[in-house]
């Protein structure tokens, strides 16, 4: 009796040290190689900046999005040029609206409707995949199948479909649109989920009688979520280039409200005369995608060790 | 590898008839139809302009019709243009867009390829940076703002090329298109080969070689090229059925009349035979490319067998 009373005191004490120690966690790790790369955190400042900007700016401008300055109007290719003095600090388009309220007003249109139709994609293609993977055999090849259907779909057929349904209500439409393209993310977390099912833990679980949701959503998608972070990145740019690309189309945000996409599009016709009008959303456009593709590469360099 | 492959067919024919139902009746439920326009007709004119397409019978029943029609290879008439069917017009215009897409596939084939390889040998150098940087410039500059601009400056500045059109595909017409479609595609085929080549060059076959005295540029073409094209390959697949169906961008700008704008316009303006008989043609390329991509695997990577 007296030396399991020593045993267990010794245990408790070693139990103590082990909490003092305090070991570093794969996400400190991550943190401090993501930290390290110089790029990526240029770019997240960057991206911060312009988040920042788009949504503050307007506040400070004498313009507003749907304002038209008459005076500008009369001779754009003059008048309508970038100008400190009037106001119109990035210029005017072909309406006499201040491009630079509306870059900004486009801005948080754009990232809002990326960041949205990542996070549905998100959300379904991670439970799926993982449902898929953790249980396997028949269910896994029917859920597999099906998503290859989906994936012999011609993309813009559903966009346009959706665009159908759904009218003008831009974030509706992007809500479908992540409901319809999460197919790859559902692919890779499966692939990871197989890998990490034969895991010691998830047995353990599966022994102590947790239940399969349970085991799905608080041991398996932790563990997927490094993968799932760096795909999310790397999808939010597609997303903005995909509304740019509508709104290109002239199918995506309706007038009087705009998005880089739909800039651009007005800017490019005008593009001999009033190059400011393409210039601006585009640089701002082009920055963030570019931003955004660092961050990927930085956070897979950092969660995921074995590509580098 | 026989079995493989006509399993492979036996099993596309159930998820193209998936495919045909599922597009079938999405198009037909959204709202609209393609004789409805600005200008009304006369109700007695509509009423039998839809008795002549079937369109006033359930939809199931067209369902039918159509697909009666698509078991003997017709795809229907066109709702939108009149006098042509939706056979002829894609006869006419997938053409145009394989010939710019097989251009611009082997462009980005060869110009990846290379990019990703140099890059990858020279890994953060700055050969390894601009190449990288370029690739990326590629990814975020949208095919709708470089096709503007490559008429900014080869036609209007330069006049060099002739600004669009397609005149049975003489080479002043093909490349701009080209250039426009091609350089997305560049860029994402020199990441995934600059990304899978280090891996590659990091392996102990790779060492082995080295260790054997072997000059470089056999090491690289014999030894580290074929499990490096691995990635690209299951990249090309897809690539290829995006590349050669056309982009409505490259159609629109350049006045190319690919199959591209006919899809948008298509579902735009309900002219759902269109619709459908793309939609078809796209989901057969895939699902065949996906398996030429898997038989390519199994020829290039002896551990995969069927």
Redesign the interface.
Known sequence: MITTKDKIQAVEQFAEKVVEIEGRSLWQDARRRFFSNHAAVISLVILTMIAAIALLAPLFSQWHYEDIDWEALSDISVLGRPNIENGHYFGTDTLGRDIFVRTMQGGQISLLVGIMGSAVAIVIGTLYGATSGYLGGRVDSVMM?FL??L????F??FV??LM??FGRHIFLIFVAIGAISWLDMARIVRGQTLSLKNKEYIEAAYACGVSTPKIILRHIVPNVLGIVVVYATLLV?NMI?LE??IS??GLGVQEPMTSWGAL??EG?QN??IAIWQ?AWP?GF??VT??CF??LGDGLRDALDPK?R | MFTFISKRILEAIPTLLILITVSFFLMHSAPGSPFSSERSLPPEVLANINAKYHLDEPVINQYFYYLGGLIQGDLGPSFRYKDFTINELIAQSFPVSAEIGIWSFLVALILGVGCGIIAALRQNSWVDYSVMGFANLGIVLPNFVLAPLCILFFSIYNHWLPPGGWNGGAWPYLVMPVIAMSTSYIAQIARITRGSMIETMHSNFIRTARAKGLPKYRIIFQHALRPAMLPVISYLGPAFVGIVTGSVIVDVYFGTGGIGQHFINGALNRDYSMVMGVTILVGTLTILFNAIVDVLYAVIDPKIRY
């Open positions: 199948r290859e259907i994936n012999s779909f011609p813009m057929f346009i479909i159908t349904l740019p280039l740019s690309f290109f189309l651009i599009s490019a593009m001999e393409l585009l456009l082009v995608l570019f593709n660092f590509d």
